[in-house]
């Protein structure tokens, strides 16, 4: 015979008004589309409002490099709302998470509020197991205006937006916290991988640091210097560049295009800095002889080819591989793409020096 657990009546009751309260005090909430309010981390203004560049320009593009390009990495919403809740309703592609990176990093949303003069985290918007989400990212917070960054997914493509606010707050577009335009080129590792969340990807970790605009041209598997690619960045309107492109291409295809990359910048920008960056160690090569070979040649070459270029080129710079992650293998997701640990070391190097550069251009 089945027995049924009793069940207090007056227990049910209490639960049953408590929900009833909660429900009652949860706020009503006004949506916005986010096509409406201002997006950073873009090279220059084009549609799809998400995508990072207008791939329909660029005829000689491969096929892959445009879909990566709708991915929207290193792009964020800037606005302010006196909301004391902020939401999103959004829509990603039916792509799924990788098993290398979180679903928050890979198609989710990252929100940063402006503290003391600090980018603050403030939550995550959580992808649901379908294309389309809704998710409340922060509650309860003071009275008082909010100037808010709402990074995008690292690795997925957005399809529409909407931030929701109190139904009597305000929210409006603010303008771009950052200043100049500094272009990163480069691998996954650029793009985001494998950060926990969109705003520890390495670009966007630079310019809450710093206060640059940093914009991320990462194209994971695919930063190979192909002329199409140096063709595409060359002519675009920035104050400096950097290439973090050397894990991506062979051994030889460093070697053959890493002087028509530089070059291909001078022609458009004779005096910027171009700040170039070795391979981070691949740590799958502790014990992996093959590997450890393949990036200590690609890391080799690339040096060989910058210092050739320098002889002539005042403004060009190498920033070395060693160090960038450590010293105790614990860099890694998984042998090759940095962690969050991975990210905040590849920064302590890297971030003095490119603000050294900087600094002697004024910029």
Known sequence: MVRFRSFSLTAFLLTLFAANISAQQKKPLRFTDAHTL???GKAWDSEPFYHRLDTARYAALSGTLKRLATHSAGLAISFKTNSSTISAKWQTSPKRPSDNMTGIAYEGLDLYILQDARWQYAGVARPSTHDISETT?????????????????????????????????????????FRKNILIYGSSIVQGASASRPGLAYPAKLSRQTGYHFINMGFSGNAKMETAVADMIAPLPMDAFILDCVPNPSAEEVLERTA???????????????????????????????????????????????????????????????????DDQEGTADGIHPNDLGFERMLQKIRPTILEIFAKYGI
Not at 141 to 170: N, R, V
Not at 268 to 293: L, T, W
Not at 296 to 324: M, P, T, V
């Open 260 to 326: 028509n990359m530089v070059n291909t910048i001078r022609r458009y920008h004779p005096n910027v800095p171009i700040i170039a960056i070795q391979s981070v160690a691949r740590e799958k090569g502790n014990f992996d002889q093959h590997i450890a070979r393949r990036i200590k040649l690609k890391d080799q070459y690339f040096r060989q080819e910058i210092e050739k270029l320098q002889k002539d080129d005042d403004n060009l710079y190498l920033i070395e591989a060693e160090g960038l992650l450590g």
């Open 137 to 177: 990212i922060v509650e309860n917070m003071a009275d008082g205006e909010k100037t808010c960054l709402l990074f995008l997914p690292t690795y997925d493509e957005i399809l529409c937006l909407e931030i929701g606010i109190d139904a009597e707050a305000s929210i409006v577009p603010n303008t771009n916290p």
């Open 38 to 40: 201002t997006i950073t």
